[in-house]
């Protein structure tokens, strides 16, 4: 994935910040700005919490992010593809994409509701393979 391509598309400006944080939220597909705080401090140590959430929050107004939010938890972040739902492990907090087709649930959903989609969050929970070997 290109980023500079990336954050050219979304009207951006190329900063090393920027590019910085991109590469490390698709390193782990998605992240909390805690984790990605004590990451991206590693590079440029200078860098404070609040430029780090403004940088996210451009990038989300852009859609170049997309938050994913979490009750009860901080919310991730991860970078915009098609739509997905996502699996999350009670236990640890991992965060999985999962592979569905949200374009055909949306379809029948306006077609049996007559309301008009304009976003789709679906988020599945249950113990992660590790997490049930620790019981
Ligand atoms: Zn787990
Ligand atoms: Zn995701």
């Known amino acids: 994935m290109n980023y500079e391509t990336l954050l050219r598309e979304h009207g951006l400006k190329v900063t ?16 909390g700005i805690d984790d990605l705080f004590l990451q ?31 009750s009860g938890l ?19 907090g991992q965060l999985k994409d999962l592979d569905f087709d949200l374009k055909d649930l949306s379809t029948k959903i306006e077609y049996d509701s007559h309301y008009r989609m304009k976003r789709i969050d679906l988020m599945l929970s249950g113990i992660c393979p590790d997490c049930q070997q620790q019981d």
């Open 40 to 70: 991206i401090k590693k590079k440029f140590p200078s860098i404070s919490l609040a430029t780090l959430y403004k940088n996210i929050n451009t990038m989300v107004d852009v859609e170049l992010l997309k938050e994913v939010a979490l």
């Open 74 to 92: 901080k919310s991730r972040y991860e970078i915009s593809k098609a739509a997905h739902a996502h699996l999350l492990c009670e236990k640890c």
């Open 16 to 31: 090393p910040q920027r590019l910085g944080i991109l590469s490390a939220i698709q390193e782990e597909g998605h992240m």
